[in-house]
Each structure stands twice: as C-alpha cells, then as structure tokens.
C-alpha cells in the first residue's frame, strides 16, 4: 500500500512497483486532484472480486488497505442489517461502510491487523489508519504539506520518492537497542506511524491532525479466574484468524506458544493445516526440529523441515539486513525468512506465528527481573529498601556462557551493587527496562569514540521511551507496554512481516489480539502475575489443549547457533566495515575497526556492538544501491 497526498501523483507507479514483493497478484490505483492511492495485492480473501480500491455505493468514498480484518463476517452482517450493500466479499470492504458509519472511528470495531488509507471525495479528507498493536507497517515522509506515504521503508527509498541519508538519531537508538523504535527510523525525513494512531487530513482547507486511537492500559479491571478468562479468549480468536480461501501454515518449534497455535488451528482446520519448521546443521541445541516433529506426529499434523546450512545464513546475510526494512540486529532473520520461503513454495500463502506469549505473559525471565526491580525501587525511594535488599547471591544460569556472565558479576552481587547504584541516582520517573541490557551499556559506552555523527545523534535520547510520568501507576503495565510497543513490535512482528512478505506470504499473529491483550491486561490489574512462573496464565489456558510434553520442555527461544554464524558472517563481511557506506556517510569514524582481527571473546561472545554495526552496513549499502537504482522522480508539488 503507497500514497502521495498533495503531491505529484504520477509518483504511485513507482511506489507500487517497489512493493510487488508485498503484493504479486494484481495492483490498484485511484486518483483524485493531488491525491494518489495504489496497492499491490496479495489474494487471501475473495480471491476473485476483492480488488482494490474498494469503494462504497456511491464511489465518493475509495479505500487501499493492508492486512485482514478477521472479524469481517460479524461486521458485514451489522452493516447489511443497516442498509448497506456491497459489491464484494472481501473483508477489507468493511472499513468503506463502517466509515459511512461511524467516520475515523471506524477503527475501533475492527479486529485484525490492517494499515488503509481511505479517500473521502466529499469532504476532501484523507484517512490514514495503522492497527492497535502496529502488525501491518506504515512509514510516513512529510515534506511542507506534502505525505508520500508506503508499507516499507525501502519501498520510499526503491521509488525514488524519499532519498537515502542515514539519521545519526536512530543510529543512537538502533546501537542501544538493536533495533529502531517507533516512531523513529533511521533515514533522515521518515518516521513511522506508531500502532494504534491514526492521521486524517483535510486538504481544503488544509489539515493535519494525528491521534492515538487505543492505548492496552486502558483495559478495564476483570476480576475472574486467569486460566478460565485467558482460555474462553484463546477460543473465541481462534475461529477468527484462520479464516481464508487459501491454505494456511504454521511456523512450528518445539515451544509452548507454537503448539498451541498449531492445535487451534487445527480444531477449524481439521487437516488442512501444514506445520514448517527450520532445523541447523551440525546437530546444534538451537534445533527444535525434533521436538516439533514429535509434536506433530502425535496430534496429526502434516510437517515439513528444512536444514539451514552456517555458510547459507553467511552468503544471505547482507540481503536479509536489505529484506527486513529496518536495521535490526537480530540473526534468527535468516531463519524467519527461510521458514516463510519454504511455505511459499508448498502452495501456503498466509502462516500462523507464536509472536507476543512471552511479551504478554512474563515468558522473558529478563523482564519478570525488570518487574521485580521496579518493585524494589519503588521501596527503596520510600526508604524500605536499601543496600542490603539488592547485593545478594544469586543461582547460576543453567547455559555455559550465562554461567560465565553470572561469575563476571560476582555471584550476582556486582550486579547488585551496580543496579543499587543505577536506582539511586537514576531519574525519578525512569522505569529499569532496556538500559540493564549489557549492549545499552555498551552503547554508552563506545557510541561516542566509533560514531562520526556523535554530536548529533545524541540528541536523540534512547531513555525517553522509559523515562516520564506517562506511565500506568502500575510498572508491571507499564512493562508489559513497553516491550510490545518496542521489542515485540520492532524486533519480532515487524521482522516478521517484512520477511514473510519479502516471500510473498502474510503471517498472522493470534496471541497478539487485542481483545486477548485487553483481557490480560484487565487480569493483571486485578491480581499482579510477575512472580509467578514464566507463563503461567497462558499454560493453565491451555493445559487441555496442548499435549503435557510440550510443558515439560525447556525454553530455548527462536534462536539459530549463533556462535557459529557469527564467525561465518564475519569471515564474510567484516572488511565491509572499514571502508563501507557508513564510513563514506560520515556515520562511523574512519578507522574505528581498523583493528579488528578477531569478531569474538575466548568464548565465542562476539564483541560489543560489532553485530550492530554490521547489520547497519550492509543495511546500508542495500539501501544505497536501492536508491541508486530508483527512476529519477519530481518530488516536490
């Protein structure tokens, strides 16, 4: 999906062109005075009547979107019942009516991932929508009272309609966390329209307005039973995220979130669902390819598996940094993108993910810490906690290198010593959450002596997503936000859709629903859950669904061998660093890895940042050479 809104409309051609990965099957375009809409289609729903644009049924009102609207069903059979009529079955023609309806909170009764833009001829007004918890993307560049607007980042650059020059301010955040929050990018002039926001723009006389249209901590309290509460909702979403005329998929490990998801779906499937799984070479623990076959086998699900090869994720690794539109540093991408084409290849174009059951349920013993030392915090500014509360010895961690980092910090009490420290004279209202992370620290650290564009990309503070008194009063909400909107979003659904789509299939998320978010967010307040087990909610919900051995298992996480990836990756590409497009962008001081000969510590833990810096070089490149390539274009009114 791409627009320009008071602009040169000629431009839509190129924007849809650089999106055919997003959408093979067909394209759409409407123009109207200075305003352009188009999409590239990818047929799930109405395979042969749900082109786009869609339109109401008079054509004064016009829509583009993106994603599904898995309740389309329930809402088309309210809008007939009001007079509606419509002209398709395609689940995204609801937006046109509901809009009739109930104007820009049209939103608010979908439920699904989607990103429109809807064109009102009547009242001049352009509506630009993004879902609740942002799975379907939307980048924006505004320019006066221009908007070129598309559903990748390398979409804007690859058109021409947006010219590549790296932020030094999202390279700060990108080294701290690994990846861009919203709604922040790191080119110069794009941002990213967060989840849940929408913008409308009256063109005459001309308007812009944007707004937060839903906000997870605005859930009510429920008072009822966890497991029985969270399980009725696993249920009821169920039948809704499935719906499709093409076959669906599942991206099967040998986790709890996953099975679950499979066996759900196979309830409304029965045997038309097919389960994918991605395996490594050289017999690493990281693959779950085994325990997902036993799974599979047992309840009757069809399975295929594919083995990754180290030199595969070694040679794919600089176009899948391109692929993922942001720079994220993150390695499992290569396996996301293998899985997805593997789907696509067995005639599977939509694939059910595990993506939010650790965010949503304390699945991270990393953020159930963040949790606890909020807590600690909070008593100790009130003076009932102090120093001896924090350094305390802790158990080791089972993993060789997680033990190695537990004797580093004492015991635990070093580590205890320097969060009693950071707590104390860290600001009031700044929530521990990403900054314990040892890259941030890192980051600090090194940013200022490896970055040529230090002095501007610190003004760009990293803490402010965490820092100020816009949070819930409760921090485990306040939490349980936070990571959806950054890490959850970001790193995982974001990564996951652009390479799901870079394959030309859609990827669906069930466990991050917003009617299951609303409910657990509502549960949490009721009755805090951060110090129970990891998960506990989501396994007593499924306890009966879910075969026991599944429970019994491990946590391993989506997680490729690393350790030898990197060596293979860096063996690769990491001469690309000292003279690459980051140098000769003025982003990284010249000579800063000079002297890099070897990429890892005596136990194979790659340096501090190299992997960030890597990623944003060959980010880089792809995106020089995207723009390089684009046709020349009049970007101006």
């Not at 289609?41 to 109401?56: C, E, S, V, Y």
């Not at 389960?275 to 070479?281: K, L, N, P, R, V």
């Amino acid at each position: 999906m791409a627009g320009i809104v008071d602009g040169d409309t000629q431009l839509i051609r190129h924007l849809a062109d650089a999106l055919v990965h997003r959408g093979p099957d067909g394209e759409g375009f409407i123009n109207h005075e200075h305003v352009a809409l188009g999409m590239r289609r990818l047929a799930i729903i109405d395979l042969q009547g749900g082109w786009q644009p869609l339109f109401n049924e008079d054509k004064s009102i016009a829509l583009v979107a993106n994603g599904e609207i898995y309740n389309f069903v329930e809402l088309r059979r309210d809008l007939e019942s009001r007079g509606h009529r419509f002209h398709t079955r395609s689940d995204c023609e609801t937006i046109v009516h509901l809009y009739e309806e109930y104007g820009s909170d049209c939103v608010k009764h979908l439920r699904g991932m989607f990103a429109f833009a809807l064109l009102d001829r009547t009242k001049q007004r352009v509506l630009i929508a993004r879902d609740r918890i942002g799975e379907k993307p939307l980048y924006l560049s505004w320019k006066g009272n221009r908007l070129v607007f598309a559903s990748e980042l390398r979409g804007l650059i690859a058109s021409g309609a947006v010219p590549f020059e790296i932020d030094p301010g999202g390279v700060n955040l990108f080294m701290h966390y690994g990846f861009v929050p919203e709604p922040w990018t790191a080119v110069r002039g794009v941002e990213k329209l967060p989840g849940g926001h929408l913008v409308e723009i009256d063109l005459r006389p001309w308007r812009v307005t944007q707004r937060c249209w839903w906000r997870m901590e605005d859930a009510p309290p429920i008072d009822a039973d966890p497991g029985t509460t969270v399980r009725a909702m696993l249920e009821e979403l169920s039948s809704l995220v499935v719906r499709s005329d093409v076959p669906v998929g599942i991206a099967l490990s040998g986790g709890v979130d996953s099975s679950l998801i499979a066996m759900l779906a196979q309830r409304e499937l029965h045997d038309k669902v097919t389960a994918f799984s991605i395996g490594y070479e050289g017999g690493a623990w990281q693959d779950e390819t085994g325990l997902a076959k036993e799974f599979a086998d047992q309840v009757g699900i069809t399975m295929h598996v594919r083995q990754m090869r180290t030199q595969e994720a070694a040679d794919s690794f600089a176009d899948i940094c391109f692929k993922r539109d942001d720079p994220t540093a993150d390695l499992a991408g290569a396996s996301y993108f293998a899985v997805m084409q593997m789907a696509r290849e067995h005639g599977v174009p939509v694939m059910l993910m595990g993506h939010g059951g650790d965010e949503l349920f304390w699945g991270y013993k990393w953020l159930r810490d963040a949790a606890i030392r909020c807590e600690r915090r909070e008593k100790m500014l009130r003076g009932e906690a102090g120093l001896a509360d924090y350094v305390t010895l802790t158990k080791p961690p089972v993993s060789w290198t997680g033990a190695i980092d537990w004797l580093e910090n004492g015991c635990g009490l070093a580590k205890g010593w320097r969060n009693w420290r950071e707590d104390k004279h860290s600001h009031r209202h700044q929530l521990p959450f990403w900054d314990p992370h040892n890259t941030w620290r890192f980051a600090d650290a090194m940013a200022p002596n490896i970055l040529a564009c230090w002095d501007e990309a610190r003004l760009t503070d990293a803490t402010a997503l965490f820092r100020g008194e816009q949070f819930y009063p409760r921090t485990d909400i306040s939490l349980t936000k936070l990571v959806s909107e950054t890490y959850m979003s970001v790193n995982g659904i974001a990564q996951g859709d652009r390479l799901s789509m870079a394959t030309s299939v859609e990827s669906r998320l069930p466990l991050v629903d917003y009617r299951l978010i609303e409910t657990v967010i509502g549960l949490r307040k009721a009755r805090p859950d951060h110090h129970l087990p990891a998960k506990a909610w989501l396994r007593e919900a499924s306890r009966d669904i879910v075969p026991k051995f599944v429970f019994e298992r491990t946590k391993r996480g989506f997680s490729p061998p690393w350790r030898r990836w990197y060596e293979a990756i860096f063996s690769r590409h990491i001469g690309d660093l000292r003279s690459g497009a980051l140098v000769q962008s003025g982003i990284l001081r010249k000579g800063a890895y000079d002297n890099v000969t070897r990429t890892t510590d005596w136990l194979g833990r790659p340096f501090p940042l190299l992997i960030h810096m890597l990623v944003l070089e060959c980010w880089a490149q792809g995106m020089s050479r995207a723009s390089a390539n684009a046709p020349r274009v009049r970007t101006s009114p």
